[in-house]
């Protein structure tokens, strides 16, 4: 089983960037997330998830290019993901698109049978995936 927890605003407090939104570019929103505190709560329901052998994954809306950023920030953080899923450089999807075929490609398709859990700060997100049938938590997560 596969629990998947998104980044900025779960794992990273990201609420620091947000005033970037509108005013700086998408890149340069994304490149401060190597900046953002860890959110230790969430952290410690991955390190829990992880220790009983669910396979525990990222994924987030943030696009390929800062994999390396994004990758360096979790080792630093100490947060034991099995892989991240990430928005290709050229999709520019919605989140709620993004996410569910980022599940759905990991799973094989069978969202419903393989993802065991979603965390995402996202309501539509959260959503979306309830109405698949799978258990969604929406967190509001500082750290």
Do not use: C
């Amino acid at each position: 089983m596969i629990a998947l927890f998104d980044i900025d605003h779960t794992l990273s407090d990201a609420f620091w960037r947000d005033e970037m939104i509108g005013v700086q570019s998408w890149d340069d929103y994304h490149a401060a997330a190597k900046d953002d505190a860890p959110v230790k709560a969430v952290i410690k329901m991955v390190r829990a998830l992880a220790a009983l052998d669910v396979r525990v994954v990222g994924f987030t809306a943030r696009p390929e290019k800062f994999r390396g950023m994004t990758l360096r920030w979790l080792v630093e953080n100490d947060i034991p993901l099995e892989g991240v899923l990430m928005r290709p450089d050229d999709d520019f999807r919605s989140a709620v698109d993004l996410k569910l075929a980022l599940a759905a490609e990991l799973a094989g398709g069978e969202i419903k049978d393989q993802i065991l859990l979603v965390v995402d700060d996202r309501e539509d997100v959260v959503a979306a995936f309830q109405s698949l049938g799978v258990t969604a938590l929406q967190v509001f997560a500082r750290s």
